[in-house]
């Protein structure tokens, strides 16, 4: 019985977009998902792998633009080594699929996982692609149904979807019956599970694992920017994790009731590393002076300079400013103009007062 | 801030000239046209304003005409804490000195002095309070501009009672609106930047829609494309199993064909054996029948000859019979003329008696009627001739009462004489002689006069009075209409009318009786009829006896003719009978010999006719059998009857055969099984092509990178949604500062203006009078003026009004603000428009002005100011 290395990996989504992410940052979000290839190309070559196996979601869409798709055959090209795409509910093999080999005639290591297929001497890929959006049925639990007994070869089903077990749609017909698999392994129909869908990691059973998708995608991922390096033999199996990820989604949620709130907040904004290519998505919480609201306006339209993307969440906002003593005696307004700030105050019109406390303090000169 | 002198060096027309001005009062400077009043003004604008650098025109034209040199302007002010000499030349030899004494010395040259000089009036002077109250040569008319004072409003703002407002609240004001015009119009409307936002989303959100519409579109070819390759996948395994099943139907006809070939040769076959079989049996039936006709003829002629031998015998005794019935038949005729004569003469001889009979009972019914008729005419006259009837017996009844009535009253009402005899004895009364005997008496009334005459004794007269005499008078007129319906009824006395009356009612009795009675015996003749028909049956009752012939007696009554007659009638009858059956017999035997000569006649003839043909018969059956016996014949039958059954039964067998094959069923099947193929060839080749088609459009959308501009649609919509928000966000804070910031300035104004307005009216009544009021605008300008309860526009008002209204305001505007802010107050030429009433008032006025404030006046007209009381003032040559 032969044993193997490989590298497992799934959920590219080249092509993905953000909307949140600004001109500047869009283009190097989508060009760290074309770099990621190259990043596992060489973890996969540093660690001995036979092949790499993408297992699904290789693309965004089948419909992606076709500069984003040369440059993704140039990078996998680059690889070096053998990689397996496999199609999944994001880039389905329906009849407007972009997995045709003209597509890829540039990178003849590049093979699409369509059933059974030898990617090492005595070593069997057992690719389930997602034939259309809906399939509507277990596609492993089918495949491997076909399936005898390996006596004296490895297989290594690479299949997409949610297993049943992390789906709280029972009604979802497409879910893999965890069940099915594990019986398959258990009579030695395959050897090893490769999933795509979930962006975390996840070892969901004994030899059936979720490799994460190498870079991020949203900010509920919590073990994303990862690949697996699977080693494979009858009897063993280990799977060691690998980080990866370049990209950042982080979520703070964020109480500012004073000076020192604010100055934490520009505090912790100044801590995080790579901000160029971290997005980050605030809650802010709580009463603010005008003079504090400004500072704390003014640390977040600094950061925006240097983050890849700065989200007020609003839903999770309730962010009130009041003016204190300190805002009045700076203002120093009276007659009409304090009515004014004494009026908006009272109707709670941040907006409007954080206008009037900048025009106020302006220089004579502007 | 405070001018306290002013000179001009080489300024147009002006060498040299200083002026010395005192810190409050009013300075009336006076001088011909041209000769440098506003020069003044224009100076001390051009020494505050411009840099000693400058070539603008407004300095260029102050140059002087005559001489190279640059204009110069020096001045000593006071502002606030500071007092200073400055000193400006421009053009040639510029040059710009500052020489501040107070608060601390300062000597400073150039721009710096220049800089300088802005940042203490920056400082300390309201610039908008001393360009608002100058009033300029032909600007005297003109509103003083007083709502962008700072130092005005403090001052209203004070007087009011609120906080001050000042100069960092109307910059606040000025910038907040700066920032609402960025996005609004004045009137509110939004601006480009906004405008644009919103149309830039919508453009990008078209554009998003366009594009998405454009990824469904080739997702549903996708989906397409998917259901067409499973429809081909399964019409591909339709047409085969269709072709596999025309192929098996094609085989079945195959099959079916050699069947029916079978089927059609075993047809003719026993068609054949059929046709031969048909003309053994032609010649076996032909060979029957001509021994069937010999041996028929031989039996019909035997048969004829026994029927003839029965026959003839019959004859004979027919031809008797008949013979016999014939004469039978003569008799009974004769029999029945006898016996109708006999009835015909009973018949006459009845009707003899019955006619008489019948004269009888016409005779009495006649007497009868010519009896009744008399009596009915003597019933007739007694009637007529009896006027009496019931009605006049009636009057007469009534009549007789009355008279009794009247006369028994002519009793009561006359005297009443009794005579009663004594002895016998005779006597008179009323010309009436009377016997009594002794103790007889006669009674009577004296109604009239009564004359009693006792013979030889005495002739007593009695005579009634008056009473007695009106009641005779009445009773003789009642008496006489009695009397005369005695006569009217015919009668003597009442006595004879019941009689008379009764045999009137026998008469009408008797006449109706003998009408009743005619009635009847004429019964519906007249009685001319009966008569007539009376003299007829009387004629022929005669006649009858004298002309019949008298063979045998006439019966001798009715009844016996009667009888007679119908014992003729019987008689007749039984005759009739007996000859109908006779004739009937007769006609029988007749018909009989008749019918049975015809038969033996015909017997005869068939005889002859059934010798011959049976003759013919026989020799045809012996040469047909001399030409092939019987027995051949037959066999040859039999043969032929085998031969067919074979035959016939071989060709049923295969066509039934053929019919378990279900022959229509499956040609129906072969032919529906190809048009199943063909149809799903059809249908395939359909499908082909439209998978063909769709892979092509696939191909070229697919390459389109839909997907990643659909994404990029949505994140340009997308962000310019948030820009428009942003900006939204942005003009909608400007939008309620500004709108919050305008409301309370226009409180704050509404609360200051009144002041104002006080200050005017109060200024006003030393040009107007006391009814003087003024209506402002948000801009602090009069627009109205009310005097003597009048009031007019601004516009409406004279020239000269207008202009004393804006002295009066500016006057009230210095006198309101603060000491330490206030400017002098600059009148260039005014009052020009003003008679010399309101000049007296006008003057009273700036000297009141004066006692607070610094008045700087300029006229060439010298006594226009003469009653500005403690004017200090300087004259220009």
């Not at chain 1, 979930?198 to 994460?212: D, F, K, L, M, N």
């Not at chain 2, 060096?9 to 000769?35: A, M, Q, Y």
């Not at chain 2, 998917?226 to 094609?250: G, I, M």
């Not at chain 2, 003719?561 to 007749?590: G, I």
Request: glycine share 6%; with cysteine; net charge negative.
């Amino acid at each position: 019985m032969p044993s193997v290395r490989f590298l497992h990996t799934a959920d590219w989504q080249l092509g993905m977009r953000r909307h949140f992410l600004g001109a500047d940052a869009l283009p190097r979000f989508m060009q760290a998902r074309i770099d990621s290839i190259r990043a596992l190309g060489k973890l996969a070559r540093e660690q001995n792998c036979a092949f790499m196996v993408v297992a699904g979601d290789v693309f965004e869409s089948n419909q992606i633009d076709r500069t984003t798709l040369a440059r993704s055959v140039e990078a996998l090209r680059e690889v070096a080594l053998p990689v397996y795409l496999l199609a999944g509910n994001h880039d389905p093999l329906d009849a407007g699929t972009i997995f045709r080999p003209e597509f890829f005639a540039d990178a003849p290591n590049v093979k699409i996982l369509d059933g059974v297929v030898e990617a090492a001497p005595g070593v069997d890929l057992v690719g389930v692609p997602w034939p259309n959006k809906r399939p509507r049925r277990d596609l492993l639990a089918a495949a491997l149904a076909d399936l005898e007994p390996a006596s004296d070869r490895l297989r290594i089903a690479v299949a997409h979807g949610i297993v049943d077990q992390l789906s709280p749609d029972r009604d979802d017909p497409d879910r893999i019956r965890l069940e099915r698999a594990q019986e398959a392994l258990d009579d030695g129909r395959v050897h090893f599970v490769a999933l795509g869908d979930r962006h975390s990691a996840t070892e969901v059973a004994p030899r059936v694992w979720y490799s994460g998708a190498p870079e991020p995608t949203d900010y509920d991922e919590d073990a994303s920017g990862t690949a697996l390096v699977v080693e494979l033999a009858e009897n063993t199996c280990n799977v060691t994790r690998h980080d990866v990820g370049t990209w950042c989604f982080r979520a703070m949620d964020l109480a500012v009731d004073s000076t020192e709130d604010v100055a934490a907040v520009e505090e912790q904004l100044a801590g995080i590393d790579g901000k160029e290519r971290t997005i980050l998505k605030l809650s802010l919480r709580g009463a603010l002076s005008l003079g504090d609201k400004a500072r704390l306006d003014n640390a977040l339209d600094r950061a925006r300079e240097v983050f890849a993307a700065i989200e007020i969440w609003s839903r999770h906002t309730d962010l009130v400013v009041r003016p204190n003593e300190q805002d009045l005696a700076d203002l120093d307004l009276v007659g009409f103009a304090r009515a004014t700030l004494d009026e908006l105050t009272e109707n709670g019109d941040a907006d409007a007062l954080a206008l009037l406390y900048r025009l106020a303090r302006q220089e004579p000169s502007a | 801030m405070k001018l306290l002198e002013l000179r001009l060096t080489s300024f147009r027309g002006v060498d040299e000239r200083v002026l010395t001005f005192p810190k409050r009062g009013v300075v009336v400077i006076e001088g011909p046209n041209e000769i440098g009043k506003s020069s003044l003004g224009e100076a001390l604008d051009l020494l505050l304003e411009e840099l000693d650098s400058t070539k603008k025109r407004r300095v260029l034209d102050v140059r002087p005409v005559d001489r190279d040199v640059g204009p110069e302007v020096e001045a000593l002010i006071e502002s606030g804490p500071y007092r200073f000499r400055y000193k400006k030349r421009f053009l040639k030899s510029p040059e710009t000195v500052l020489q501040v004494e107070t608060p601390r010395p300062e000597n400073l040259t150039g721009r710096t002095a220049h800089e300088r000089v802005q940042r203490i009036l920056g400082e300390t002077m309201d610039m908008d309070l001393w360009r608002a109250l100058r009033m300029k040569q032909g600007e005297a008319m003109n509103a003083a501009q007083l709502d962008g004072a700072p130092s005005l409003l403090r001052a209203l703002d004070a007087t009011a009672g609120g906080e001050t407002a000042g100069d960092r609240e109307l910059t606040l004001f000025e910038r907040v609106h700066a920032e609402f015009a960025q996005f609004y119009t004045d009137t509110g409307r939004e601006k480009a930047p906004l405008k644009n936002a919103t149309e830039a989303c919508d453009v990008a959100e078209d554009r998003r829609t366009s594009v998405r519409d454009e990824l469904a579109a080739l997702q549903r070819d996708i989906d397409r494309s998917a259901q067409l390759a499973q429809s081909a996948k399964e019409l591909s395994a339709q047409l085969d199993e269709s072709k596999q099943s025309a192929a098996r139907h094609e085989k079945e006809l195959g099959a079916l064909e050699k069947t029916r070939e079978q089927v059609e040769l075993l047809r003719t076959q026993s068609t054949m054996a059929e046709t031969a079989l048909t003309g053994a049996q032609g010649q076996w039936r032909m060979r029957s029948e001509r021994i069937d006709t010999a041996d028929s003829a031989s039996k019909r002629l035997a048969r004829l000859e026994e029927e003839a031998a029965k026959t003839r015998p019959g004859l004979q005794s027919a031809e008797s019979a008949a013979r016999e019935a014939n004469e039978e038949f003569a008799r009974a005729e004769k029999a029945s003329v006898d016996a109708d004569a006999r009835f015909d003469r009973a018949g006459l001889d009845f009707k003899f008696r019955h006619y008489e009979l019948d004269l009888k009972k016409m005779r009495v019914r006649r007497d009868a009627v010519v009896a009744d008729r008399k009596q009915r005419a003597e019933s007739k006259r007694f009637l007529a001739e009896t006027p009496l009837d019931a009605a006049l017996h009636k009057k007469l009844q009534a009549a007789y009462l009355l008279c009794e009535r009247v006369r028994a009253q002519a009793e009561v009402e006359g005297a009443r004489m009794q005579i009663e005899a004594l002895g016998d004895t005779t006597l008179e009364l009323d010309g009436q002689s009377h016997t009594l005997a002794s103790g007889e008496t006669i009674e009577r009334s004296v109604t009239d006069a009564s004359e009693l005459v006792l013979p030889g004794v005495a002739r007593i007269q009695l005579r009634g009075g008056a009473g007695a005499a009106e009641a005779a008078e009445k009773l003789e007129e009642t008496e006489t209409s009695y009397r005369a319906l005695l006569r009217d009824a015919g009668i003597a006395a009442i006595e004879d009318a019941n009689e008379v009356l009764r045999k009137r009612a026998e008469a009408e009795i008797a006449l109706e009786q003998c009408d009743r009675q005619i009635a009847q015996n004429l019964d519906d003749l007249t009685y001319e009829e009966l008569a007539e028909r009376v003299e007829g049956l009387e004629n022929y009752v005669q006649n009858y006896l004298s002309e019949r012939e008298a063979d045998w007696p006439v019966p001798d009554d009715y009844d016996h003719a009667k009888r007679a007659n119908s014992e003729a009638r019987e008689a007749r009858e039984l005759c009739t009978k007996a000859l109908h059956d006779t004739r009937a017999r007769n006609d029988a035997a007749q018909t009989q010999y008749r019918e049975l000569k015809d038969r033996v006649s015909e017997s005869e003839v068939e005889i002859r006719v059934a010798t011959r043909e049976r003759d013919q018969a026989a020799k045809s059956v012996a040469a047909e059998r001399d030409r092939k016996p019987d027995a051949s014949v037959k066999s040859a039958l039999e043969a032929a009857t085998a031969n067919f059954e074979s035959a016939r039964k071989a060709f049923a067998d295969a066509e039934q055969t053929l019919v378990d094959q279900r022959p229509s069923a499956v040609r129906e099947m072969a032919v529906n099984a190809q048009k199943v193929a063909d149809r799903t060839a059809r249908d395939l080749r359909a499908t082909e092509d439209e998978a063909r088609e769709l892979i092509g459009r696939l191909d070229v959308r697919g390459s389109e990178g839909l997907f990643e501009r659909e994404q990029e649609s949505e994140t340009h919509a997308t962000r310019l949604a948030r820009e428009r928000d942003s900006l939204r966000a942005r003009a909608g804070a400007a939008q309620r500062l500004f709108q919050s910031l305008s409301e309370q300035r226009e409180i704050a104004r509404r609360s200051y203006a009144a002041p104002f307005r006080e200050k005017i009216e109060q200024l006003g009544r030393y040009v107007f009078n006391d009814s003087l009021q003024v209506e402002l605008d948000e801009n602090l300008a009069i627009v109205s003026r009310t005097l003597d309860n009048r009031t007019l526009t601004l516009d409406n008002l004279s020239g000269g009004a207008k202009e004393q209204l804006s002295l009066v305001a500016r006057l009230a505007a210095a006198l309101l603000v603060d000491e330490e802010d206030g400017v002098p107050v600059m009148l260039d030429d005014a009052l020009g428009y003003s008679d010399p009433a309101r000049l007296e008032g006008l003057g009273a006025l700036l000297a009141h002005a004066g006692e607070h404030a610094q008045i700087l006046i300029l006229t060439c007209t010298p006594g226009r100011f003469r009653h500005v009381g403690d004017a200090t003032v300087l004259r220009l040559t």
